[in-house]
């Protein structure tokens, strides 16, 4: 028997739960353990548009020699983590605190952190053995006091100036500063981490961007400094600039069309007004708009204005334009401005949603004042992902052959609901064959008493057209064996389960979760939330298949088969972003090629290095799939 989550004050506090079961009753959630591989473009964050860059450090080639570090006590110290170095750039933290058969926590993402980045790792050195919580049994036992100090920089000709940096930081007792000290004189605060306190973490390519001007714009004898004083956990950092401020600069920082707020006493459930990117046409959403938006100028901005446009279905018909702002916003200011609200139709299609910061003033950088999204009302499908892979999650190899589930709450807004099947993506790097399951859970939002599994499908194999790489959207339907009837206004935690633990199945991940709404469970009661979203999706009606979809299909031709050398295959037609897989019968790609317009539509691939058996042969284009099997002998 499966239990989840005991929901009593469930959303009291954002970073806390309990869930319900022998082996874990009362116990504290906490985020999951394990690593994220996520693509790059998503990652690497580039900053906001900015003027001309002044001096900037990415550490490409190891600590500058004009710059100072110094740390006590002996032998602790800031640590150069580059390609050549051991640890290497791919290893973050050496802490103790870290899951069995771990070499080291996740390296910062900055932009160029595949060149070297710096780390102040407090863990490591007053605890490098362990078991965690060993305190101050290291080389250099805390509390510590780091510094990393800059050469003198001439900021004369530059009275209106911005710092920014990246930092991965995880705080527990720590003060972690930017200073500045003028012509050697004090020094100065001009940044301070707000990191929550006992293992608050930021995001691991937090971006920082402050105006300094009024400490040192217009100074001709600069040092900088980064001062980690305290204990726990570590502080990374990588491509610091100084840049010149632009005069008018609005940036839109972020966009919502949802009101996710635990805390409001309005909610029924807690999880109302999550985002969805699909959702089906018997429950469209009441859309709630807003934007935070910041000026990063140097001066008052007026008349600023969030505007916000909804287009229908086929982009002719503006839904919805409205507008909310403020007189001013001073510099250095953020503000969060909700244009209104907007009930979407039930009527299927992709509506766009289009947001635009304006102001009084002539933008320097309008780049980066509009943001589109896009919401889709579908026939049956309801969905929190991106719909698009973006990541994988490897959970710790003390896991490996733990069967786990992963999965996302849902909320039912509409009457009579019945979920037909769960549609779950795999990510490459999985075993075909593996039994997978879905289940769905319900949460006792009133009475928070642990609740029990509703639902469970039969078990079935992993097929392959599930697998994803960086970029895809293939999923596998596992359906119920008779149709799930669902509650109005209840919450739902709907999961796919993998028996064989994370050694046969791996699963892709599409877009950032709030705290506590996509969930992983190492069987048999061992729960974490996720911060990223699985593909996990409701199908409320029959759905296609994949393999129903490829069946319906025409086939690649591919000639000759057997091949032994090379094989030639034949392609529909040479879109913008067509990919050409080759797959073994364990699921894993042999082969790969991205595809070009303009490219011909006969293709080439070299099987000489193939062993030999049967392989599948994949074409993706724009949504269509098509496939042939190929013997290599």
Known sequence: MKYVIHTALFFAILCSSVFSGKAQSQSTIEAAPGRYILDESETAFEGYQRAN?????????????????????????????????????????????????????????????????????????????????????????????ATLTTPSLDL?????????????????????????????????????????LNNGSTALNDYQRKNVSSFIGGASDVRLRFSFDGNYYFWMIDDIALFELSENNLVLQETSYGDFNPDNPDYITGYEFMEYSQYPVAMPPLLKLSGRVANYGYANQTGVALNTVILDNDGSTVLFDAADGTDNLAPEVVDVFRPGTFQLPAEMGDYAINYTVEQAEEESEPDDNVIERNVEITEFVYSRDRLETN??????????????????????????QACHSVSAGVSVGSTVGSPLYAAIYKLDVEGGLATEEIATSDVVPLEATAYNTIGTNHVQVIPFNSPVQLDKDSVYLVVIGAEEGPNN????????????????????????YLVRTPLIRMNFGPVTTVEEQLEESARLKVYPNPASHEVKVDIPSNLEHARLYVYNQLGQVVKHQLLTPGGGLTKTIDTSELESGVYQVVWEGEGQILKSQLIVQ
């Open 505 to 528: 199945v791996l699963f892709p991940l599409s877009g950032s979760s709030p705290n506590l709404t996509s969930f992983v469970r190492y069987q048999p009661n061992t729960w974490f």
């Open 391 to 416: 990541g994988i999650y490897f959970p710790p190899a003390i896991f490996d052959d733990v069967s786990y589930e992963v999965g996302n709450m849902f909320v039912i807004t509409g009457e009579n």
């Open 53 to 145: 860059t002044i001096w900037s450090e990415g550490f490409a080639n190891g600590l500058p020699a004009d710059w100072e570090s110094e740390a006590s006590p002996s032998p602790a110290a800031w640590e150069y983590r580059g390609i050549a170095t051991n640890p290497s750039n791919v290893i973050g933290t050496r802490g103790s605190c870290l899951p069995d058969g771990s070499l080291g926590g996740d390296p910062i993402a900055s932009p160029t952190a595949a060149n070297g980045f710096m780390i102040f790792d407090s863990n490591y050195w007053d605890d490098s053995e362990g078991p965690c919580g060993s305190f101050g049994t290291g080389l250099a036992p805390g509390p510590h006091i």
């Open 156 to 196: 004369s000709a530059s009275p209106n100036i911005g710092i920014e940096f990246y930092q991965y930081h995880k705080n527990f007792q720590t003060a972690t500063t930017v200073q500045a000290s003028i012509a050697g004189g004090a020094w100065v605060d001009i940044f301070s981490n707000t990191t929550p």
